[in-house]
């Protein structure tokens, strides 16, 4: 879908669009205009519960005559994002979304335990059947004692959003990506801690089912994951309920746990972040014990290459930079692991600087600036390369959901990545120039196999299967298959 060129802009912000541009065809239900109110409790969520949110058309600007303001070159942090909460995120997102329809859809994922909206912000081209090619997740807060990583990953929005017109390196992002950004995963946790002045990292699970969230109820998002979902025993995570890492009662018991997995499922991102608070990494998975990670394993070159080119961080000790580690303590079920497994994804979780008391605003605003580069590096890295992308068809011209292997990257934990189901897309991060096989395999086809010399450039392979596949395996209606 074509995106309007910006016309003019003044130095503070872009043009407001006048035409709200609606998706008429979203995943998988629109929601009227108007029926967009304040979240009320909800039955688990469901296949269908991701919808995009009205639009309201915002102000017209008036022409201007200069060309485009100049960008400042490391904007300061919006107060704006350091000090909003969870009834008031809404709102924010919202505005965004507003002030350019064209680029910006705003989605809710799902309800969390307690009834709030999990809200997404996308920024990319056009609506979402429409949007093609790589997408790459932000998170933040999956622990609600942690405000400071939902505050990274609003930066994130407002910087896309502010510079794209103004800035060749964001143009092309928005051009080739689309973003998904989930700047609080766990809104019932940060409520909590503003309720009773302290707790929150666990979400809102009622364990004794008496319509009151004590500090000790809860279930530790980051530890519900299905991937080795309580695989260490008490050393990972815990199964007593009172906990700090209680795992929950069952792998992705959680709403809040199985809306980011459909998202996932629906996406298949190429690369991930999800920012926590508490000290200063930038962890590469597999971070399970024990977990064997591929061989070579692509996923740490591109962290390292992402650490190199970090600035130093305010909380990092003299001349030690920004540390890749494989983890920092005894963990399992976690976000990064489950993406890594379920599809490829090139996931990272980065500890974005220590917890001080109360954040002072100083220096929060100097931690968001220092860790800001993390997401615009593996954004640039992928489309920069080496990497590799490209779309699997029929004979038909139809996309099939079909199993893309790098013959040349040993898989050891019965990994098996999909081409995606509603585009047949398919994409990877590759450790470096080389020469690769790709091996595309569906049940009951020949498995394809494809040569490709890749430099330090992306490279683009499309793969035709050369027959016409069943319905079963074609994707017709573009719904991604459950996962189980």
Known sequence: MPRPRQACATAAMLLLLGAAVRCADVWPASVPAGAA???TAAAEPTRGAVRALPVQPAPVASACTGGPGAPPADPAPADEDLQVAPDS?????????????????????????????LLAL????????????AAILLDGSHHGDEPLATAIVLDAARYLLERQGR???VD?????????????????????????GRGGRKNGRDHDGDGRLWLSEGVDLNRNYPFRWGALGQAGSSSRPAHRSYRGPAPASEPETRALMRLAEAEHFVGAITYHVGAVALLVPYTIDFARSPEPNEAWSVASWIAARM??????????????RRKLYAVDGTSQ??????????????EAGLRPAGNPAARARRIVRSVRPSWMLLAE??????????YVSDAAGRPVSAEVEILETELREGELWRSRCRDGYYARYLPGPGRYTLRVSAPGLAPVERPVAVGTERARLDIALGVVVAPALACLDGVEPSAG
């Open 37 to 39: 109110g304040p979240a």
């Open 89 to 117: 995120l809404r709102a924010l997102l919202a505005r965004h979304r507003n002030r350019r329809p064209d680029l910006a859809e705003l989605v809710e994922i799902g309800t969390t335990r307690q009834g709030r909206p």
């Open 122 to 133: 996308a920024l990319g081209r056009g609506c979402r059947r429409d949007r093609a090619g």
């Open 167 to 169: 800035d060749a390196r």
């Open 172 to 196: 092309r992002w928005l051009q080739e990506l689309t973003f998904w950004l989930v700047p609080l995963v766990n809104p019932d946790g940060w409520q909590a801690r503003l309720r009773f």
């Open 311 to 324: 600035p130093r961080h305010p909380d990092a000790a003299p001349g030690i930079g920004f540390p890749v």
């Open 337 to 350: 692991d489950w993406l890594r497994f379920a599809h490829g994804t090139a996931a990272f979780l980065i």
């Open 381 to 390: 890295r992928f489309l920069s390369g080496p990497s590799i992308d490209g």
